[in-house]
């Protein structure tokens, strides 16, 4: 599996009130395991990978059950480290505590070409001797296409690509910054195992997340990149615009593919969209 880089931070505690904020816990035990938490917390934001780690039990058990699998201390600092990147996830309710445990839950949102998805999350966090002894992570993928969650049974098994649910949000950036950086998909012959090969991350990888994730075809995913160039060199352009010239200029390689496509996600012809852009300009440029 790829090593991804610390460059940010997913932080499931982002909005959380600060401690003194919190409500006063009567049962010390309660207030014990509020207070851990609330350093786990403060360590996440710091983006302190060894702050993290010294709040696990060398005991603890940490059990990703997206993947299905269960990591012990040895193995957490990789898995820490790859999911310290990525979108930010939204808390849907405190963080509740009772005696040793601690729970909540969020929603983490993907965007990636024109598909989006998201994971409804929750965490149980359970302390003892002052520190984080074992971790149930849960993740149920929402259907781009729908409302209603993605059972465990009905998805493809996810053990074999090495990520979990918030690593898959952090593929989702890496893949979105990769082609707004490098733009790979001005190259007509773009294929899959390319893309692959620039990001680090595997086809199996690549293709979970397009197909399953977020909806779409990697041939769609190229698409749409290559649609919003042209349609930002349109704006930009001076004149009256050959629109086949840019399109091949773009990456499509077939004036059929760039005319659905353009059609697909504008809901016009391109003549129509240059008239109504025409019409834009002149109205925005009259005193």
Same mark, same amino acid.
């Given at each position: 599996?790829?090593?991804?880089? *610390? ?29 851990? *938490? ?39 600092? &990789? ?45 149980? @966090? ?8 074992? @971790? ?54 773009? &294929?899959?195992?390319? *893309? ?16 399953? *994730? $977020? ?27 050959? @629109? ?10 077939? $004036? ?22 025409? $019409? ?8």
């Amino acid at each position: 599996m790829k090593r991804l880089r *610390v460059s940010g931070m997913l932080n499931p505690f982002a909005d959380q009130p600060p401690m003194s904020e919190q409500p006063t816990d009567c049962d010390p035990l309660t207030a014990a395991t509020r207070a851990v *938490v609330l350093r786990y917390h403060l360590s996440w934001k710091a983006r302190d990978l060894d702050a993290v780690m010294a709040l696990y039990h060398p005991q603890i058990e940490y059990h990703d059950l997206f993947q299905n699998c269960c990591f012990h201390y040895p193995q957490l600092r &990789d898995y820490v480290r790859d999911s310290l990147c990525g979108a930010a996830p939204e808390h849907q309710e405190r963080i509740r505590v009772d005696g040793d445990t601690a729970f909540f839950q969020y929603r983490l949102n993907l965007q990636g070409g024109d598909g989006s998805s998201c994971f409804r999350s929750s965490e149980a @966090i359970t302390v003892r001797d002052g520190l984080i002894w074992r @971790i149930r992570e849960y993740a149920v993928l929402v259907n781009p296409h729908s409302t209603t969650p993605t059972p465990a049974s009905n998805r493809p098994a996810v053990s074999h690509l090495g990520l979990s649910a918030r690593q898959l949000g952090v593929l989702a950036d890496d893949l979105q910054q990769y082609f707004q950086r490098a733009q790979p998909y001005l190259e007509p012959s773009l &294929d899959l195992q390319q *893309v692959a090969a620039a990001t680090g991350y595997s086809r199996n990888q690549l293709s979970y997340l397009l197909n399953q *994730v $977020l909806g779409q075809s990697f041939y769609r995913y190229v698409n749409q990149a290559r649609l919003e160039h042209l349609l930002a060199a349109l704006a930009n352009s001076q004149g009256t615009p050959r @629109i086949d010239e840019l399109a091949f200029a773009a990456g499509f390689n077939s $004036l059929s593919a760039f005319y659905k496509c353009f059609r697909q996600h504008t809901g016009l012809t391109p003549k129509a969209y240059l008239l109504q852009l025409s $019409l834009r300009t002149r109205t925005h440029d009259t005193p």
